[in-house]
């Protein structure tokens, strides 16, 4: 697979050289981004509206062709 590393993965890498145990990085991301959340939903109660509502995709359909079922073999 061709995928990019997003910052969790030099975080975890830190957090790996400091000795804290693998379990805990889910957690430490999620804390990390509490803020971010936090700020999200203060800005929805503010203004109840969509944050892009012109916002329309019009590229391919995504995902496989689906073949209907009375012509599948």
Same mark, same amino acid.
């Given at each position: 697979k061709?995928?990019? !590393?997003?910052?969790?993965?030099?975080? /975890?890498? *830190?957090?790996?050289? &400091?000795?804290?145990p693998?379990?805990?990085?889910?957690?430490?991301?999620?804390? !990390?981004?509490?803020?971010?959340?936090? /700020?999200? *939903?203060?800005?929805? &109660?503010?203004?109840?509206?969509?944050?892009?509502?012109?916002?329309?995709?019009?590229?391919?359909?995504?995902?496989?062709?689906?073949?209907?079922?009375?012509?599948?073999?």
């Amino acid at each position: 697979k061709n995928l990019n !590393a997003n910052v969790d993965f030099y975080s /975890a890498t *830190v957090y790996y050289s &400091l000795g804290i145990p693998t379990d805990l990085f889910t957690p430490i991301f999620a804390i !990390a981004r509490c803020s971010g959340w936090c /700020a999200h *939903v203060l800005e929805q &109660l503010e203004d109840n509206r969509l944050y892009r509502p012109l916002s329309e995709y019009i590229g391919e359909p995504p995902g496989k062709k689906v073949i209907p079922i009375d012509q599948r073999p």
